[in-house]
Each structure stands twice: as C-alpha cells, then as structure tokens.
C-alpha cells in the first residue's frame, strides 16, 4: 500500500537519548530536549535535500506526560518558545508542518503555537514534516475505530481513513518506508504501529543531539540496500 508518490520516502524517526545525551555531560536532561531542538532543525533540513516527502517525528509520547512535572514543563515550553521562529524558517523553505496526536492536554500557549505553526506552514510542498505530539498509536487506533461504520473488515483503506481522521490530518495516512530510532534502544514505544506494517527499521545508538545530516544518509543508505518484498517471493538473478 504506497500512498506516496514513487521514490517519495516517508521516513519516522524516534527521536530518543536527549536525558542520557545530558547526563553524560554532567547536564540536567532539559539541557538534552533543548539540544535535541537543535538536530531536528539540522534533520529537518537533510530530509528536505533528499529523496524524503513526508518526515515524521516523535517527539512526545502521550506515556511521557508521566515524567516529572519540571521536565514535562521544560518541553512545552521549549514548544512555546521555540514553534514561532521555526515555523517562520519552515514557510520560507517551502516545509508543511502539522502535528499529530490528542489536542485537548495541552497548555493553551502550546495548543495556540501548533494552530498558528500550521496555518503559517500550509502551503510549504517540499516537506511535509509531521510531529507527533501526545501521540500514542494504540489511541489513534482505538479513536479510529470509533470513525468507522459498517463492515470494514477487507477494507484497509477505510481503516487509513479513520486514522486520518483520529490524527487531525485530513490526508490518508501513508505507510512508513524507513523508522530510525536513535539512543540505542530497539522497541516502538507506542508510535505508528499500523503505519510501520512494512517499514525497513534502522536502530542506531546515536543520542539525537548528535544525530545529523551525516547520520541520516547513513540510514538512507543502509535502506537503499534492503529488498523490500511484501510477502512476495523476489528472484534471485
Ligand atoms: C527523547 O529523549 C525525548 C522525549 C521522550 C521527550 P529521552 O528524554 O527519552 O532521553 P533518554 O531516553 O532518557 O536518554
Ligand atoms: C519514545 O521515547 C518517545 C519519544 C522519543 C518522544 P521514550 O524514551 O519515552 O520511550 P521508552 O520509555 O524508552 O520506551
Ligand atoms: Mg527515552
């Protein structure tokens, strides 16, 4: 199922290690979500120059509203501070941002600096860039299903639908190509479950404040390699 032009990539990075980035520097863990901010510009802008159409970042889990009060307030506020200048920078690039995950938890100064970032960034068609903020995937499936009628049991594009629609995207919702996960863990934690169906996965240990450009040719490359088969059987020559 490729919803994305041909050669379009849809690339997911988990965006993890900014705490242990910190703390091997003798730093508090906000210094890493505030250095963290730095790659995802110098990402964003890689992705731009490649072969990516569509580059989703999870940058906040709806679990991660359960770390302490201090650190879950320098996040969003690190979104209030830092949203406004980047949006600008985004909409002159060309790049669409929009946000994905529940809407109703957040502080109103959050919720106003996605809503004005998205409408400022709408018409970008070079990227479209995607934050999954209090995100869960299993939310998203189970807000979904409540968008579908009727006997959708073969229909998968009904399903892709109602994620949409769960997602406040008004697109389908397209499978992933490539899912990097830096900071050296190897599990999903609760991100793009049904999208990643037939994702190639790239783990590196990599904290993301030093995730760079370089790194992120390292993975497309290393995906370049792969023989994505879908179920079929691929001859051999
Ligand atoms: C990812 O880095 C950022 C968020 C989850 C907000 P972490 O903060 O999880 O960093 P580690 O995994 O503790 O190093
Ligand atoms: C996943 O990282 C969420 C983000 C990167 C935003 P976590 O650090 O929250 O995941 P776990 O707890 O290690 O599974
Ligand atoms: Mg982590």
Redesign the pocket.
């Known amino acids: 199922m490729q919803l994305l032009p041909d050669q379009e990539l849809h690339v997911a990075i988990?965006?993890?290690g900014n705490g242990r980035w910190a703390v091997e520097r003798g730093l508090p863990r906000t210094a890493g979500h505030m250095a963290g901010v730095n790659a995802v510009r110098t990402v964003v802008e890689a992705a731009a120059r490649r072969d990516v159409a569509m580059l989703t970042l999870?940058?906040?889990?709806s679990?991660?509203w359960k770390r302490p009060r201090t650190e879950v307030n320098s996040i969003m506020q690190l979104l209030v501070s830092r949203l406004p200048a980047e949006s600008k920078k985004l909409s002159r690039e060309g790049i669409r941002l929009s946000v994905i995950g529940r809407r109703d938890r957040f502080p109103d100064a959050v919720l106003q600096a996605i809503l004005n970032a998205e409408a400022l960034t709408r018409d970008g068609d070079a990227l479209h860039l995607r934050l999954a903020l209090d995100y869960s995937s299993r939310a998203a499936l189970v807000c979904a299903s409540q968008h579908l009628n009727g006997d959708v049991r073969h229909n998968l594009e009904a399903v892709q639908h109602a994620l949409a629609r769960a997602y406040h995207t008004e697109t389908l919702v397209p499978d992933v190509d490539l899912l990097v996960r830096t900071g050296g863990?190897q599990?999903l934690?609760d991100?793009l479950l049904w999208e990643c169906a037939y994702a190639e996965l790239f783990f590196t240990p990599v904290r993301w404040p030093d995730f760079d450009d370089i790194a992120l040719d390292e993975a497309l490359t290393e995906f370049g390699s792969r023989q994505r088969r879908y179920g079929r059987v691929v001859e051999v020559a």
Do not use: G, L, P
Request: aromatic letters at 24%.
């Open positions: 988990i965006m993890d999870y940058a906040f889990s679990d991660n863990e599990r934690s991100f």
